[in-house]
């Protein structure tokens, strides 16, 4: 993480995973923080926004919508291939090779 970004504490987090919830269905707990941290940071530290509350107020007083969805396209992964991650796909089919040759042996 860049020395600059600012952590995020209990309350922040709260509030934009509570604000990411209400707009895309999508539930980041305490395990996202970092990813919270590093996507976010960029942001905080390019506008010289010195907290994560800030740039909550920041994205909830923009009556242009422009600033939460410039948060919820830095937190959500808009690539949206079946199999975007090889390992999902090797592991796929090496399942279904495996029940390919039991179905074969018996």
Known sequence: MHPETPRINEKELKLISDLVYRH?????GPEKRHLIELRLGKIL???KIPSYEEYYQRVIS???GQE?????DALTTNFSLFFREKQHFEFLK?????ESLRKKTF
Do not use: A, F
């Open 24 to 28: 895309t269905g999508i539930r980041l």
């Open 45 to 47: 530290r390019n506008e």
């Open 62 to 64: 923009d009556k242009s």
């Open 68 to 72: 939460l969805r410039r948060l919820l």
């Open 94 to 98: 090496e399942l279904l090779q495996k």
